[in-house]
């Protein structure tokens, strides 16, 4: 319909290839007075196709802009998400680890009963510092770590070892995650 229209620019319509190329110029706004203005003269109405291409097309390339950002932010998003979940998972297994260590250090069999379980958690050298780190761990609701030597005690045999104690702490922290 517009081919062999004369214009300066060396955008026509004469072939497919050519029209497909100054449509595409004319989607990103290049050229648009050299090109549209001698086929406006020639017929009147494409004025309007033009206008409604040219919007139409411009937010057809905003989209796919707005979308390759969208996703992109939303990729990055997902990793910090990922990367702060395996920061504070290391960080409660790191306080796990030194409340063992508090608890098992003057400990000569590696073994804790209940009752000396009570009294390192109680004593006034060990007891605030273990207060203090299992504030972090997020122990469940109503659990003190006297109340874990039966939950953690793997064989039932009535002492816990420091890898049972590790262990369990991390099954019992992390179950939920």
């Not at 110029?25 to 086929?39: C, G, H, N, R």
């Not at 207060?131 to 006297?146: C, E, F, K, Q, W």
């Not at 039932?156 to 420091?162: F, I, P, R, V």
Request: net charge negative; glycine share 6%.
């Amino acid at each position: 319909c517009f081919a062999g229209i004369s214009t300066r620019s060396r955008l026509t319509f004469n072939t497919l290839g050519e029209a497909m190329f100054t449509m595409f110029s004319l989607s990103i706004v290049a050229d648009w007075t050299e090109v549209v203005m001698p086929v406006i003269n020639e017929h009147w109405w494409s004025a309007l196709f033009f206008v409604l291409y040219v919007i139409f097309s411009t937010f057809g390339v905003l989209n796919l802009i707005i979308g390759v950002i969208t996703e992109r932010t939303s990729f990055v998003q997902a990793e910090y998400a990922y990367s702060e979940k395996k920061r504070q998972d290391n960080r409660r297994m790191r306080q796990i680890e030194e409340v063992a260590d508090l608890i098992f250090s003057q400990d000569d069999d590696n073994l804790i009963t209940l009752k000396e379980l009570q009294d390192i958690i109680t004593s006034a050298d060990r007891g605030p510092e273990i207060a203090r780190v299992t504030d972090g761990i997020n122990l469940p609701v109503g659990y003190s770590v006297a109340d874990l030597h039966v939950m953690l005690d793997k064989d039932a045999n009535g002492n816990l070892t420091k890898r049972e104690f590790v262990i369990g702490m991390a099954r019992l922290v992390f179950c939920c995650d």
